[in-house]
């Protein structure tokens, strides 16, 4: 099964990024929207796994109090195969959290892709045009108070992330 821990948003959460959406559907941006469904913080990306109760027990392991996350800059990286457009965030608690996440995924012995931990919410991906530096977002918040194991496969051909734990 192909994994990853991720925190997940409520609705009205998702119904902010549907107005942000509009924003840069109107300002030319086009691509790989996300499918508002699909939306989450990765915090840890496991890949293809078997090892289901390991990882219930590093995540019912992990203990952190609730906080808030804010995300009020949209931003966009070029890789070698798409160009992304991504929600940024800045958090202490957040960087803690999965730093003790992947801790304790490693004491597991559970693989996870070790590379430096970003905390962004993927917006579209495979853009054409240009993301507009004046393009002002309205912030939003979400509170994170869990974190869940999610299971990332096709549903009639189209990607879904399904949570599992």
Do not use: C, W
Request: hydrophobic share 40%; net charge positive.
């Amino acid at each position: 099964m192909r994994l990853f821990i991720a925190i997940n948003f409520d609705n009205q959460f998702i119904n902010g990024v549907k107005q942000i959406y509009n924003q840069l559907n109107k300002s030319g941006i086009k691509g790989n929207y996300t499918i508002l469904s699909n939306l989450h913080l990765t915090l840890a990306f496991l890949g293809e796994t078997n090892k289901i109760d390991e990882i219930k027990k590093v995540i019912d392991s992990v203990k952190f109090a609730p906080f808030k996350l804010t995300f009020e800059k949209l931003n966009s990286f070029k890789s070698a195969a798409k160009n992304i457009v991504y929600l940024e965030t800045k958090s202490d608690n957040l960087k803690a959290l999965a730093e003790d996440l992947r801790n304790k995924l490693k004491i597991m012995s559970v693989n996870f892709d070790e590379k430096d931990f970003k905390a962004h919410i993927t917006l579209i991906r495979n853009t054409t045009g240009f993301l507009p530096q004046e393009l002002s977002i309205k912030k939003l918040s979400a509170y994170v108070d869990k974190i869940n194991l999610m299971y990332s496969h096709r549903v009639d051909g189209v990607l879904t992330y399904t949570k599992i734990y």
